[in-house]
């Protein structure tokens, strides 16, 4: 798998970053949702780089304009519900993509601390010879990742498929490369040293859910 770290590079994605970390910031229901989106945006401008291209005839007020155009049947798949805001971003730019939507959540037994991925809503088109874009904001495990993509399998073989996430840890990153091949691309805005014991990214941001929405109840 190819590991696009976009933070690494200085751009003002890194403002975006700093203010959906920030506590003061996250107050704002509204501003959180709309940096997550932000930068869903630019995550998707440095994802069509890698798209595949045809050349597009228009024609102008004053004569005929050549063009390269991305050339894929994009399927944008995400994670309900913290995935929505990343969603909405993806689909600004990539806006004649399909949808699809999966619902997947950490299920705790006895131990608090150890929990398996509950995957249980699952609305999907054809995804056969498609590239496929799965998104989840928060990388942490990596094991929401894998659980989705392996319930997409049945809806058909992807021609590529690009996994996009907001902020990962290493661990989780480490795993979903072990887990895809090398033609999977990851695109992250950033990616943060360890996991407390509770599987959480630390220093994260917090539940990206709960910011975006509001705080759930437990059962």
């Not at 601390?113 to 995957?119: G, K, P, Q």
């Not at 999907?124 to 990596?142: H, Q």
């Not at 392996?150 to 996994?163: N, Q, W």
Request: proline share 4%.
């Amino acid at each position: 798998m190819t590991v696009h770290h976009i933070s690494q590079d200085n751009s003002i994605l890194n403002n975006f970053i700093a203010e959906i970390r920030d506590v003061n910031v996250q107050t704002d229901r509204m501003r959180f949702r709309r940096n997550i989106e932000r930068i869903g945006e630019i995550l998707s401008y440095e994802l069509s780089k890698s798209l595949d291209y045809r050349t597009k005839t228009t024609q102008t007020p004053l004569g005929v304009s050549e063009i390269q155009v991305p050339n894929n049947d994009i399927v944008l798949c995400s994670i309900l519900r913290a995935g929505v805001p990343l969603h909405n971003g993806l689909l600004n730019y990539f806006d004649m993509a399909e949808n699809a939507f999966i619902s997947a959540y950490r299920h705790h037994k006895e131990n608090p601390e150890t929990f398996e991925i509950v995957v249980e809503y699952l609305a999907c088109p054809s995804l056969e010879n498609k590239t496929l874009i799965l998104a989840d904001p928060m990388l942490a495990t990596g094991q929401s990742m894998v659980a989705t993509y392996e319930a997409l399998l049945p809806f058909g073989k992807p021609k590529s498929v690009h996994l996009v996430s907001v902020i990962g840890a290493k661990e989780g990153v480490e795993y979903v490369e072990k887990q895809f091949d090398d033609s999977v691309h990851l695109w992250i805005a950033a990616i943060d040293e360890t996991l407390n014991d509770k599987g959480y990214i630390v220093p994260g941001l917090g539940d990206a859910g709960d910011l975006a929405f509001g705080e759930k109840l437990q059962q």
